[in-house]
Nanobody, 123 residues
């Protein structure tokens, strides 16, 4: 079992930056791939970034490549999403996810989800 709690969302102007944090609990956290999804109003959930259990491999959606960076600290059981050059279209609820499979963690079938944190980017 893995529990996930996100923090760090808020209101930011276009072009600004935010860092989302995800605090995890569970003895097997280091075995899980982790990632971030987002859901904009009226849209489905979209995987934006993911990383393998040891952090050596990463995935980014084309829409955020070069602007977002995912990282994790297994000793602290933390996952981060550094977001820069934010755009109004980045406005969404952001969810931290985890799964034993690096293939499943980028899908909505990921086993563990946090409650989400709101990110709003004003133009």
């Amino acid at each position: 079992q893995v529990q996930l709690v996100e923090s760090g969302g808020g209101l930011v102007q276009a072009g600004g930056s935010l860092r989302l944090s995800c605090a995890a609990s569970g003895r097997t956290f280091g075995m899980h791939s982790t990632g971030w999804f987002r859901q904009a109003p009226g849209k489905g959930r979209e995987s934006v970034a993911a990383t393998s259990g040891d952090g050596s491999r990463t995935y980014y959606a084309d829409s955020v490549k070069g602007r977002f960076t995912i990282s994790r600290d297994n000793a602290k059981k933390m996952v981060y999403l550094q977001m820069s050059d934010l755009k109004p279209e980045d406005t969404a609820i952001y969810y931290c996810v985890a799964d034993l499979s690096s293939k499943v963690v980028v899908t909505t079938r990921a086993s563990y989800w946090g409650q989400g944190t709101q990110v709003t980017v004003s133009s």
